[in-house]
């Protein structure tokens, strides 16, 4: 049976994936149909990988499963210490992104193809960043910790979640509901 600290990360896997396929679609779509995008909603849609990645998910990876993995499994640090990083560059790639979004709506399409690039490699990074953590990572975890470990982490998943329960989880969770209704296939 696989831990529920695992179920989590992927169920959050999942969620980025596909909030980071409807910033792809907004896009694909405003270029083919030379109309300019809806701003608002892929605003809405960097607030939430920002949000949701460095508040939650990177949160429990970050603090408590590497951690973990580290102390059981020192082979695996130059993978962790380079997830780690991709981490730390998170926030400011969607800065960049938010940065380059206004600058595409303010200055017109001479700005557009800098954001399609720029976001083109954040999107093919974060996905590959998720793909290593869910083909080596998680696998390696689960050799690697014992029953008590994962006891312990999904516990803490749970204290985690528990303390996010408030209106930051609901308030997450509303908005992807809302991305992707509106990213839903015409």
Known sequence: MQPQAVTLIIEEHRALATVLRALRRSVDKARKSGEPPDFDELRAMLFYMDEMAARVHHANESELLFPLIRERCPALWPVLDRLLAEH?????AVRDL????????????ERREAFELMLGAYIEGYLGHMEVEESYVLPVAMDYLSAEDWSELDAAFTRQRGALEGSMTRGHRELFDRIVSNQLPT
């Open 88 to 92: 730390g560059r998170g926030e400011s």
């Open 98 to 109: 938010e940065h380059s979004l206004m600058a595409w709506q303010v200055m017109g399409d």
